[in-house]
């Protein structure tokens, strides 16, 4: 399966770069390009990629808003990776809460800029969880309780333990060596922790999870 990306960044060489570095890969292929988030609707009902690359600073239609409204306003809108200069950047946490499904940095490796976009595709890991504990960190309390204030009582201890592990970036194969268990085991429990935290993915569960107070940044 070739895996095709849309980049999203008002910065053209940064775009360039990009392109470069993803379309030298035989399993990835930039679909698109756009340099504002305004456009991202359009190509991606048009192009159809698997994942967006999304600047989170542009002019016109910022990188928080044109993620909030692709998620909400498609039926299978795909992964969103949005990418940033400084990992403590306000906006990357909006976004996340937004429903972008981690974060680059500008300045990171290429090859790490791969495996990120695979990583995001297959879903079963967080990018940089210590970066997101330091963001959640600085918003711990802030969330609100789904349904109830002893939302986490709803939690088996076996999927106590999994966000946990969620937590600290494992993926599925590594939660299942840790525990002991199969990965489709692991796979049953991620569900069930999604649906009772009532988040669209890993990396929102495990941001509710640090806000909240049921898991410690520290």
Not at 78 to 90: A, H, L, Q, R, S
């Amino acid at each position: 399966m070739t895996i095709g990306v849309l980049l999203v960044d008002d910065e053209r060489l940064i775009r360039a770069g990009l392109a470069a570095i993803i379309d030298a890969e035989p399993d990835l292929t930039v679909v698109g390009e756009a340099g504002d988030g305004a456009e991202v609707p359009g190509q991606v009902s048009r192009l159809r990629p698997d994942v967006v690359l999304m600047d989170v600073r542009m002019p016109k239609l910022d990188g928080i808003q044109a993620t909030r409204h692709l998620l909400e306003s498609s039926a299978a809108p795909p992964k969103i990776i949005v990418v940033t200069t400084f990992e403590n950047d306000e906006y990357v946490y909006d976004a996340l809460k937004a429903g972008a499904h981690g974060f680059l940095l500008k300045r990171t490796r290429p090859e790490d800029i791969l495996q990120a976009i695979r990583m995001v595709v297959h879903g079963d890991t967080l990018l940089f969880p210590a970066a997101i504990r330091a963001l959640a960190a600085e918003h711990r309390g802030a969330g609100e309780p789904p349904r109830g204030a002893r939302w986490h009582d709803r939690l088996t201890e076996r999927e106590g333990d999994v966000l946990r592990l969620m937590a600290r970036g494992h993926s599925n194969a590594e939660i299942a060596a840790e525990l002991f268990v199969s990965p489709q085991t692991v796979k049953t429990h991620v569900g069930n922790v999604l649906a009772k935290l009532q988040a669209r993915d890993r990396t929102q569960a495990v941001i509710f999870a640090y806000e909240t107070g049921y898991i410690s940044p520290s």
